[in-house]
T-cell receptor, first 112, second 114 residues
């Protein structure tokens, strides 16, 4: 079965600084990959998804971007962080038949 | 278009009592339905899922859910709550075919009292 690794697990960044969150998937190939954000006390917000290398779909316009340089690597980036970017970021993947999405352990981002 | 409504942002039960978390969905095609559990500061873990076949689905940790098409519901139940069940629970729906992007409910926080 697939394993999803996210890092860093926790990050504190000043406003205006860049961001890079990385997600890698093991145990599968050609997965669909997703980035979600979960603000405190709120549900899940889909930010980006990717069905293949270099293919990124954005669900919410914002100052974040995503890239998929390799089949099992998904990166969330920002050039200049805002306070509102704080939250819990979750990487997820879908692989194989069926529509089940599996999640990584998440990355806590605090923008100060 | 698909949507999910979880009734009650917080549900409080006593240890040993029945757990019932409500989820209603809308979908223009036959849905796939999921329940996830999230413990503090962790990712989401799949509890159970319905795709096709038997409408009563059993999952991990003694949870089960029943797909009721006529009621467009997929409520999560557990006969006897444990303290360790305290967590956030998310219902999700995705449509068979398509881009496989599930829609999540806003979550229900389960509080278990001793």
């Amino acid at each position: 079965s697939q394993t999803i690794h996210q890092w860093p697990a926790t990050l504190v960044q000043p406003v205006g600084s860049p961001l890079s969150l990385e997600c890698t998937v093991e145990g599968t190939s050609n997965p669909n990959l997703y980035w979600y954000r979960q603000a405190a006390g709120r549900g899940l917000q889909l930010l980006f998804y990717s069905v293949g290398i270099g293919q990124i779909s954005s669900e919410v316009p914002q100052n974040l971007s995503a890239s998929r340089p390799q089949d099992r690597q998904f990166i969330l980036s920002s050039k200049k962080l805002l306070l509102s970017d704080s939250g819990f970021y979750l990487c997820a993947c879908k692989t194989g038949p069926g529509n089940t999405i599996y999640f990584g352990e998440g990355s806590w981002l605090t923008v100060v | 278009a698909q949507s999910v409504t979880q009734l009650g942002s917080h549900v409080s039960v006593s240890e040993g009592a029945l757990v019932l978390l409500r989820c209603n969905y809308s979908s223009s095609v036959p849905p796939y339905l999921f329940w996830y559990v999230q413990y503090p500061n962790q990712g989401l873990q799949l509890l159970l899922k319905y795709t096709t076949g038997a409408t009563l689905v059993k999952g991990i940790n003694g949870f089960e859910a029943e797909f009721k098409k006529s009621e467009t519901s997929f409520h999560l139940t557990k006969p006897s709550a444990h303290m360790s069940d305290a967590a956030e629970y998310f219902c999700a729906v995705s449509e068979s075919g398509g881009s496989y992007i599930p829609t999540f409910g806003r979550g229900t926080s389960l509080i278990v009292h001793p």
